[in-house]
T-cell receptor, first 114, second 111 residues
Framework: DTAVSQTPKYLVTQMGNDKSIKCEQNLGHDTMYWYKQDSKKFLKIMFSYNNKELIINETVPNRFSPKSPDKAHLNLHINSLELGDSAVYFC?????????????FGPGTRLTVL | GEDVEQSLFLSVREGDSSVINCTYTDSSSTYLYWYKQEPGAGLQLLTYIFSNMDMKQDQRLTVLLNKKDKHLSLRIADTQTGDSAIYFCAENLQAGTALIFGKGTTLSVSS
């Protein structure tokens, strides 16, 4: 009965590879997000989708491409991985106007680029 | 601009009160939140306060909001070792938009 789930939990890969992280929410929310937490624990928004449409795209390299096949899923594909992409990536979802706009977070995916 | 500031570390003894402070710059924030992150884990919403409130109490947690100074604080009474974690202050300008997080305060509780 997990609310927001992400796979994989850990991802170790070589520089230059392409990888994907998947996110699914079973809360029926319309809005989903990807946040990045760097090695200093700083959290920043990367993307936001509302009902499968891109709403926010912060200054993220275009090697990062989010894809939302339906409103319950928001996947993150990363091309040509670089050392600086090593971080923990969190997916979240919310339903605007409901329950004090709480965002529910997934457990995170720890990406390590060697 | 949008910026949320927090002190990075706080160390207390078990049983003491902890106070974690946060300042934000955007006065149009609708809600302000405190999230907790335990080591290796995700983010858990601890509490929130609506921008038209100045205080909220929830068991051992007290949130104070000073809109004039754009200052938010979280007080944890009777701090326990299980409270050791990183605490993030966050603001949300409007529903459906991203949270803007502070840099997090690492709370260390010693017995």
């Amino acid at each position: 009965d997990t609310a927001v789930s992400q796979t994989p939990k850990y991802l170790v890969t070589q520089m230059g590879n392409d990888k994907s992280i998947k996110c699914e929410q079973n809360l029926g929310h319309d809005t989903m997000y990807w946040y990045k937490q760097d090695s200093k624990k700083f959290l920043k928004i990367m993307f936001s989708y509302n009902n499968k449409e891109l709403i926010i795209n912060e200054t993220v390299p275009n090697r990062f491409s989010p894809k939302s096949p339906d409103k319950a899923h928001l996947n993150l594909h990363i091309n040509s991985l670089e050392l600086g992409d090593s971080a923990v990536y969190f997916c979240a979802s919310s339903e605007p106007g409901v329950s004090y706009n709480e965002q529910f977070f997934g457990p995170g995916t720890r990406l390590t680029v060697l | 601009g949008e910026d949320v500031e927090q002190s990075l570390f706080l160390s207390v003894r078990e049983g003491d009160s902890s106070v974690i402070n946060c300042t934000y710059t955007d006065s149009s924030s609708t809600y302000l939140y405190w999230y907790k992150q335990e080591p290796g884990a995700g983010l858990q919403l601890l509490t929130y306060i609506f921008s038209n409130m100045d205080m909220k109490q929830d068991q051992r947690l007290t949130v104070l909001l000073n809109k004039k100074d754009k200052h938010l604080s979280l007080r944890i009474a009777d701090t326990q070792t299980g409270d050791s974690a990183i605490y993030f202050c966050a603001e949300n300008l409007q529903a459906g938009t991203a949270l803007i997080f502070g840099k997090g305060t690492t709370l260390s509780v010693s017995s």
